[in-house]
């Protein structure tokens, strides 16, 4: 019950910050501090993908769940206080199938928290300006999605009508 009421109470947050944006689609939103909070962060930490790799401090997401509220207090407090700068991030090289390798990088499990909490503030402000037929680094969308609405567009079998991709 405790989870599933904090997850309400962020998506009401988040609900108003898309009618406050909504309602004022002319003006800046320049004050949303004050929804970041323990809570915030706490409901970020649950989004954060619990197998990705650890970034430079070596640091798993288990391992920042041990102490998860001394840790999220500390990164509140650094990031409105303004102490808060992102470790660098891991640099990986992938091996491809030509014999070259594809850079990847990858965040200390705080910046991805970080990360996914500021995701969750600018949401609701951006996600209604997009185009549905946009898919790239939205929620619930994947690049297979995106070519399977290519090839039905392609083939004709869409909504009637020509989307631009």
Do not use: C
Request: proline residues 7%.
């Amino acid at each position: 019950m405790e989870d599933t009421q904090r997850s309400a109470n962020v998506l009401t947050k988040q609900r108003r910050i898309a009618e406050i944006a909504r309602q004022r689609p002319q003006e800046r939103l320049t004050a949303l501090h004050h929804y970041l909070d323990v809570e915030w962060l706490r409901e970020a930490y649950q989004r954060v993908r619990r197998d990705g790799a650890p970034g430079v401090d070596g640091q798993t997401v288990a391992d920042y769940g041990k102490d998860l509220e001394r840790n999220l207090r500390s990164l509140l407090q650094r990031a409105k206080d303004g102490t808060y700068y992102a470790p660098p991030v891991k640099r990986v090289h992938i091996p491809k199938d030509n014999g070259e390798t594809r850079p990847i990088g990858m965040p200390a499990t705080e910046d991805k928290v970080l990360q996914r909490a500021v995701v969750m503030l600018l949401e609701p402000i951006y996600e209604p300006a997009f185009y549905d037929f946009w898919y790239g680094f939205r929620p619930g969308r994947s690049p297979h999605q995106a070519l399977e609405a290519f090839w039905r567009q392609a083939l004709g079998s869409g909504s009637g009508h020509p989307e631009v991709f």
